[in-house]
T-cell receptor, first 113, second 115 residues
């Protein structure tokens, strides 16, 4: 079964500093991977997704993530943090049902302070 | 384009009471999902509909939870009777279709507190 592990439940950075949020996946098949952001009292919003087209994926708000098969990782980065980036970030892997439909399995989240 | 709508936003009940949540997906989205997000955890899929049919309900506690999407548009999730451990945020999401790589769009959620 597919799963993701997010290292660090909380990450603190200074404004202007590099943001690095870690995600490692486990999958027996080539994975499709997602990063979502959740602002306080709001639902989840898609930041970016990896669907095997390119290993470096650019998303909204200046975020990007690189798929590294050898390390089974899909870490999220942003060169310069902004106050508005404070939120909870979730990594997710797609798990296909026997029906052919999609099911997302989420990590436990990382709160960016 | 309107997003996924959910109501109520907050609900406080006592254990053993019943509660229902409503979700209206983005227009034209055939697939609808209900997730449970317990504090400090990631969302967990409870049930997935394709139009008005259930695709996956393997993690739905069927002895107390039920969900329906009668006309293939909006949906209702019910808990009867509620337990303390049901305290969580219940998120509804929708997508154009359930095939692989589709983006899911989430509503703001309903925060349930069971006392």
């Amino acid at each position: 079964a597919q799963s993701v592990t997010q290292l660090g439940s909380h990450v603190s950075v200074s404004e202007g500093a590099l943001v690095l949020l870690r995600c490692n996946y486990s999958s027996s098949v080539p994975p499709y991977l997602f990063w979502y952001v959740q602002y306080p009292n709001q639902g989840l919003q898609l930041l970016l997704k990896y669907t095997s087209a390119a290993t470096l994926v650019k998303g909204i708000n200046g975020f990007e993530a690189e798929f590294k098969k050898s390390e089974t990782s899909f870490h999220l980065t942003k060169p310069s943090a902004h106050m508005s980036d404070a939120a909870e970030y979730f990594c997710a892997v797609e798990s296909s049902l026997n029906t052919g439909f999609q099911k997302l399995v989420f990590g436990t989240g990382t709160r960016l302070l | 384009e309107a997003g996924v709508a959910q109501s109520p936003r907050y609900k406080i009940i006592e254990k053993r009471q019943s509660v229902a949540f409503w979700c209206n997906p983005i227009s034209g989205h055939a697939t609808l999902y209900w997730y449970q997000q317990i504090l400090g955890q990631g969302p967990k899929l409870l049930i997935q509909f394709q139009n008005n049919g259930v695709v996956d309900d393997s993690q739905l506690p069927k002895d107390r939870f039920s969900a329906e999407r009668l006309k293939g548009v909006d949906s209702t999730l019910k808990i009867q009777p509620a337990k303390l451990e049901d305290s969580a945020v219940y998120l509804c999401a929708s997508s154009l279709a359930g095939e692989r790589r589709r983006t899911q769009y989430f509503g703001p959620g309903t925060r349930l507190t069971v006392l």
